[in-house]
């Protein structure tokens, strides 16, 4: 039915207008149409048939489907909840049925009505009193509503009920008696009606704040009436289940609590004209006041900002990071290029491949690490894309209040997101970042390594480059090019200041090892002067050096061989490349190039006095 819809918008008022949709979820989320792009609804309600669709029927000034931004439309409109429309005075012009024996009803006026005929029309006909709001979203006929198991279809009863004049429709409609402030049936139900939305934290205070002497109630209700509009319910509903909450401070003064809600709506409404009205190169560099990371330890993990530790699997890079964890709770000075005291902290750590009771638990107390009081691991299985579980992630974030978050490894959490696409792998790596900028910590990703050899270790990550470009630090796992039991961790990427040292690690076995299985203490080492392509080559040996010194005598002993040859067969004799340059480089192998373009050639020639040894 998107052209009622249509229809309707086009008569009212207003340059946007908003269709609504809650995922299976309960996530919500409002988009915003203009008047011009009034027509591509109908394939926005086709792609959108596995959620819960719903329209606003007011027009508004400006992108935010806020009550100070409504164009008073020329229509009313109630939830009629179980009010039956054929049974109700005025008849509505448009009648729907939401679900079954539920029901809507909309009437058009021939002048733009206010909130407070809205209002009184709503409880003239004993609708949903919360449904009056001006910025209230109806149902979509033709849509399904999965709120019932049976998974009913809105259904449109009729669309040719008569017109009204306002006035006439307002001289029927008695004044509006008090309201009882301390009724909390209308709270329960818009509670209800929009539970599975909200997070968890919010759903706890409106039920069971403890506001103290000491608790700021005012700030509170900021919070609480931010989240509510973000979550799409309208101005009343706010107040209905704000009213009913613990934090109420204005028991007593229902108005005052409304004024107090129009204030913080209008501070939104300020926010949003300022996002619009932004004007591109306003600021010279002369007015922007230079700021510090603030980090963890230096130069690797920051907060606010996301760091990547990667590295093939058993080199211990888990390890590493319960380390770092353990130093951090403890208040233990990390090692590190530059002098400065340690950070105590808590960290959260997403792990499913290292169980807390067998693993970490004892790698933490082998290690001497006392406060475990504030390191959390979570165990629990989840993906980024399931949206209710990430929501509870956010919950417990925002309620322990982490500096360092760990997620080992990346390709657990990720999700269905295809690593090896750009585009994906940035939005997937996005959720991240954006834990790191919301609650100001630092987080730390693990990934593994491909099992490549032939490029440079910026490009070893499995997936996509573009993860290493949101990360501010990227860091390699390798092992010491002549003692492979020496760990070493080299900084693959880092765009904020100079580069250090590699830093070496390793993991020793205890004495009583027979005993106990797997008991290790982590110790680190020094800081060598080793890049990450260097600790991740794999360790050449002299035999491999001669093989591939024969190979060339015996290849090129007949004349020059262009260079893609040679890197062929080399693959077929097992023989890296790193190795054939530098046995070409002891036999004095001429490399020539010739042409240009696409006729750029490369071609490898033993020198005279060799070509002659070898003949």
Request: glycine share 6%; proline share 5%.
């Amino acid at each position: 039915m998107s052209a009622l819809i249509t229809r309707l918008w086009r008569s009212q008022p207003g340059n946007y207008f908003f269709l609504s949709t809650k995922s299976r979820s309960g996530k919500w989320a409002d988009h915003c149409f203009k008047r011009s792009q009034i027509g591509t609804i109908g394939d926005f309600i086709e792609d959108n048939r596995d959620k819960d669709i719903y329209w606003c029927p007011s027009g508004f000034k400006d992108k935010r489907r806020i009550t100070p931004f409504v164009m008073e439309p020329n229509l009313l409109w109630a939830d009629l909840d179980d009010a039956d429309p054929r049974e109700i005075t005025p008849k509505p012009t448009i009648a729907i049925e939401s679900s079954p024996g539920r029901y809507v009803g909309v009437w058009v006026v021939d002048k733009p009505m206010t909130g407070d005929i809205n209002r009184r029309l709503t409880y003239a006909v004993g609708a949903d009193k919360s449904g009056w709001d001006l910025a209230q979203v109806l149902r979509i006929p033709g849509t399904t509503n999965y709120k019932y198991e049976s998974l009913p279809k809105v259904r449109t009863l009729w669309i040719d009920g008569p017109n009204y004049r306002l006035r006439d429709i307002e001289r029927k409609l008695p004044e509006l008696a008090a309201v009882d402030s301390t009724d909390k049936s209308l709270a329960s139900e818009v509670f209800k009606k929009h539970e599975k939305g909200l997070p968890q934290w919010l759903r706890r205070e409106l039920i069971d704040g403890k506001p103290t002497i000491k608790s700021d109630r005012s700030q509170m209700i900021w919070k609480l009436q931010n989240t509510l509009i973000e979550a799409g319910l309208t101005r009343e509903e706010c107040f209905l289940l704000i009213e009913a909450s613990p934090w109420n401070k204005f028991k007593d003064r229902p108005e005052q609590l409304r004024r107090e809600l129009d204030k913080i709506i209008n501070k939104k409404m300020a926010s949003a004209k300022g996002v619009e009205t932004y004007q591109f190169l306003s600021r010279s560099m002369e007015e922007v006041e230079a700021e510090e990371l603030n980090w963890i330890w230096y130069p690797y993990l920051a907060r606010g900002e996301l760091s990547i530790l990667e590295g093939d699997p058993g080199l211990g890079k888990s390890y590493l990071a319960q380390m770092v964890c353990g130093a951090l709770v403890d208040g233990k000075k990390l090692p590190s290029v530059r002098a400065g005291s340690a950070v105590r902290g808590k960290v959260a750590v997403f792990d499913l491949e290292n169980s807390a009771a067998t693993v970490t638990k004892k790698r933490l107390v082998e290690n001497g690490i006392k406060n475990l009081r504030d390191f959390y691991q979570e165990e629990e299985a989840f993906h980024i894309d399931q949206e209710e579980k990430l929501l509870h992630v956010f919950d417990a974030i925002e309620r322990q209040k982490p500096d360092l978050v760990v997620f080992d490894t990346l390709n657990t959490y990720i999700g269905k997101a295809d690593i090896h696409k750009s585009s994906e792998s940035q939005q997937a790596m996005a959720v991240f970042r954006e834990i790191a900028k919301r609650y100001n910590c630092s987080v730390l990703v693990l990934r593994h390594l491909t099992k490549g050899t032939k490029t440079s270790a910026l490009y070893r990550g499995q997936g996509s480059i573009a993860f290493a470009g949101l990360a501010r630090v990227v860091m390699t796992v390798g092992t010491m090019p002549d003692d492979p039991d020496v760990r070493v961790m080299a900084v693959t990427k880092l765009n904020v200041t100079q580069r250090p040292k590699a830093l070496c690690f390793t993991i020793e076995r205890l004495p009583d090892t027979l005993k106990a299985q797997d008991r290790s203490r982590f110790v680190w080492g020094d800081f060598v002067d080793l890049s990450s392509d260097e600790i991740l080559a794999t360790p050449e040996r002299t035999a491999d050096r001669g093989q591939a010194a024969e190979f060339l005598k015996d290849i090129l002993s007949d004349g020059p061989v262009p260079m893609h040859k040679i890197e062929k067969m080399a693959e077929t004799r097992s023989l890296a490349m790193r190795t054939v340059h530098r046995a070409a480089d002891e036999l004095g192998v001429v490399k020539k190039m010739s042409g240009f373009g696409k006729e750029k050639k490369s071609t490898w020639a033993l020198g005279k006095e060799k070509a002659r040894a070898s003949e």
